[in-house]
């Protein structure tokens, strides 16, 4: 079965520092794609990062970067000069035929001043 | 640009009644989703399409139907809802390769 873990129900940081977001996921596929996705009390899905399993190179978007390792089966999220606005649940995916989307069950981030 | 845009956003059904939720895309994907949202679950997948005319079901598609007559429409239909299928539901789209642009949710409670 493919699965997606997402060990850290709940993550707090200060405004401007550092934290990282644990993802890891179980396919026997080679070829996948690799999302986080945030979502605000809007309830609105919005895409932070994608990763093809393909690409060496972690993905990086501002101040939003990947930890992809492969062989691992590990694809964490660092948030970087962390803001207000940050605070969601952060649902980590991957897509599998036809992007179906393969979800974890979430993390809370909680960004206090 | 609207996206994908869901209707209602909001609704309370009594068990038994029937009701369709529909979802709608203006960015010609061919591949269109229907998700369930639970507290503490993540989304899963109901059913989902791969084109006009094409459905195929996904990890929880007990209870629900879907239609795909225009590729840019997808509907969600519940012929006999119950109070199990009380969640929010999200449709989104893609096209292979690309990422899924979500819909802004449906939350249905059955009562």
């Known amino acids: 079965a493919q699965t997606v873990t997402q060990s850290q129900p709940e993550m707090s940081v200060q405004e401007a520092e550092t934290v990282t977001l644990s993802c890891t996921y179980d396919?026997?596929?080679?070829?996948?794609?690799l999302f986080w996705y945030k979502q605000p009390p809007s309830r609105q899905m919005i895409l932070v990062i994608r990763?093809?399993?393909?690409?060496?190179q972690n993905a990086t978007e501002n101040r939003f970067s990947v930890n992809f390792q492969k062989a691992a089966k590990s694809f964490s999220l660092k948030i970087s000069d962390s803001q207000l606005g940050d605070a969601a649940m952060y649902f980590c995916a991957f897509a599998t035929g036809f992007q179906k989307l393969v979800f974890g069950t979430g993390t809370r981030l909680l960004v206090s001043p | 640009n609207a996206g994908v845009t869901q209707t209602p956003k909001f609704r309370v059904l009594k068990t038994g009644q029937s009701m369709t939720l529909l979802c709608a895309q203006d960015m010609n994907h061919e591949y269109m989703y229907w998700y369930r949202q639970d507290p503490g679950m993540g989304l899963r997948l109901i059913h989902y399409?791969?084109?006009?005319?094409?459905?195929a079901k996904g990890e929880v598609p007990d209870g629900y139907n879907v239609s795909r007559l225009k590729k840019q429409n997808f509907l969600l239909g519940l012929e006999s809802a119950a109070p199990s299928q009380t969640s929010v539901y999200f449709c989104?789209?893609?096209?292979?390769?690309?990422?899924?642009?979500f819909g802004q949710g449906t939350r249905l409670t059955v009562v």
């Open positions: 990763q093809e399993a393909y690409k060496q």
């Open positions: 399409s791969v084109g006009e005319g094409t459905t």
């Open positions: 989104a789209s893609s096209q292979a390769n690309t990422e899924a642009f």
């Open positions: 396919t026997s596929e080679s070829d996948y794609y």
